[in-house]
C-alpha cells in the first residue's frame, strides 16, 4: 500500500517526513530521490528517515503489499497515483511557497530561474505553476486524501501531529517532537530556511504580485490566503484624488445601473400587457359586431403608452377605430 507524501516544492513536505519519523518511526522515499539535497546530506537524511529510491523500486510492488509505503513527490497529481492510495497533501501561501521554490533552484540547480519563471510554472519539476499543482491534489478523486495547511504544520505541530496519528491509524506517541527551523538550518542551511510566512514581501513588487494573483486567485482564495494590498499602494490611493473621484463617479454609475434595471423590468410590465391586448383584439376583430363594445372595456385612458400602442394597431384593421376609442 502507498501513502503519498505531496506538496508543491518548498510547502513543508520535507518537515512533515521529519514529524513522521520522530513521532512514528516512520521512515520515507522520495520519488525525485534527492540525491543533490537530502540524499547527499548524512546527518539530514537520517533526520529526515530517508530511504534511497532508485529504479530498481517497482511502485506497484509496493502498492500490492499489506505493508505502507511512505512516498514523497512534488509531481502533479497523475496517472502514478490510484484510486485506492492514501495522500497527505501539505499547502502553503503561494507567494512564500513560489519565492523558496525560485531561491532553491537558484541554490541547486545548473539553470537559474527567475521568480517570474517560477511563477509561471517554468521548472525542470513537473509541478506547473502554484495554482495548478493545488488544483490537480485537492480536486482528485482519491478516497483518501488529507490535507493540511503549512501554517498548521509549524505552528500547531502537536494538534497535527494527533491528526497524522488519526488518518494514518497509527498511535499517537506519548511525547510528540518537534523540531525548530533553526535547528534545522544548522544542519543544512542552503536547504532549510526561515521557514516563516513573509520573505517574498520584499521581492515581490506590485507587477510581480498582480501577476501571481492573476495566475493563482481561485486557489488562494478556496484556502483563505487573503490578497494583502502593500501600504505604498493604500497611501496613493488615500492620497490620489483621480482615484478617489473615480471611485465617487463608479458608485454614481452603480446607482444609475438600478435605475436603468427598475425602468427595464416597467417596460418589460408594459411590453406584456400589450401582447396580452394585442391577442384580445385579434379576437375581437373576428366579429364586427363586439369591436366597439371590447374596446370600450379597455381602460386605456389609465396607461396613454397602451391607448398609443393599441391605437397604432388597431389602424391597420380598421379605418376610424381611434375615434371610437377616444370616445
Request: proline letters at 2%; glycine letters at 4%; charged letters at 30%.
Amino acid at each position: 500500500m502507498i501513502t503519498w507524501l505531496s506538496s508543491y516544492p518548498r510547502s513543508g513536505n520535507t518537515y512533515l517526513r521529519i514529524l513522521l519519523h520522530q513521532n512514528f518511526g516512520i521512515k520515507t522515499y522520495s520519488i525525485h530521490g534527492d540525491f543533490t539535497d537530502i540524499g547527499k546530506n548524512i546527518e539530514l537524511s537520517e533526520l529526515v528517515g530517508h530511504i534511497e529510491f532508485d529504479d530498481s523500486i517497482d511502485v506497484e510492488k509496493l502498492r500490492s503489499e499489506k505493508k505502507m509505503y511512505y512516498i514523497k513527490t512534488h509531481n502533479l497529481f497523475d496517472n502514478d497515483v490510484k484510486h485506492l492510495d492514501k495522500a497527505i497533501y501539505i499547502i502553503r501561501d503561494g507567494r512564500a511557497a513560489t519565492f523558496s521554490f525560485n531561491k532553491y533552484q537558484n541554490n541547486f540547480s545548473d539553470t537559474p530561474k527567475s521568480l517570474l519563471e517560477t511563477i509561471y510554472g517554468n521548472s525542470s519539476l513537473n509541478v506547473g505553476t502554484w495554482g495548478d499543482h493545488v488544483k490537480s491534489w485537492t480536486s482528485s478523486k482519491l478516497n483518501d486524501i488529507k490535507i493540511i495547511k503549512y501554517e498548521e504544520l509549524v505552528s500547531e505541530t502537536n494538534n497535527i501531529v494527533e491528526v497524522l496519528s488519526v488518518f494514518l491509524n497509527i498511535k499517537t506517541p506519548e511525547f510528540s517532537s518537534e523540531t525548530s527551523f533553526s535547528s534545522l538550518k544548522k544542519v543544512d542551511s542552503n536547504f532549510f530556511q526561515k521557514g516563516n510566512n513573509t520573505a517574498w514581501e520584499s521581492k515581490f513588487n506590485e507587477d510581480i504580485e498582480n501577476i501571481f494573483w492573476s495566475i493563482n486567485y481561485k486557489q488562494m482564495k478556496e484556502f483563505g490566503y487573503e490578497y494583502k494590498i502593500p501600504n505604498e499602494l493604500i497611501e496613493r490611493v488615500v492620497n490620489d484624488k483621480t482615484i478617489n473621484n473615480l471611485i465617487e463617479y463608479s458608485k454614481h454609475l452603480r446607482h444609475e445601473i438600478s435605475i436603468l434595471k427598475k425602468q427595464k423590468s416597467n417596460f418589460e410590465k408594459i411590453r406584456s400587457d400589450y401582447q396580452s391586448t394585442r391577442k384580445k383584439l385579434h379576437k375581437v376583430l373576428k366579429s364586427n359586431r363586439l369591436l366597439v363594445l371590447e374596446i370600450r372595456k379597455l381602460s386605456f385612458k389609465k396607461n396613454p403608452i397602451m391607448k398609443y400602442f393599441v391605437s397604432k394597431f388597431l389602424r391597420g384593421y380598421v379605418g376610424k377605430i381611434e375615434t371610437e376609442v377616444e370616445n
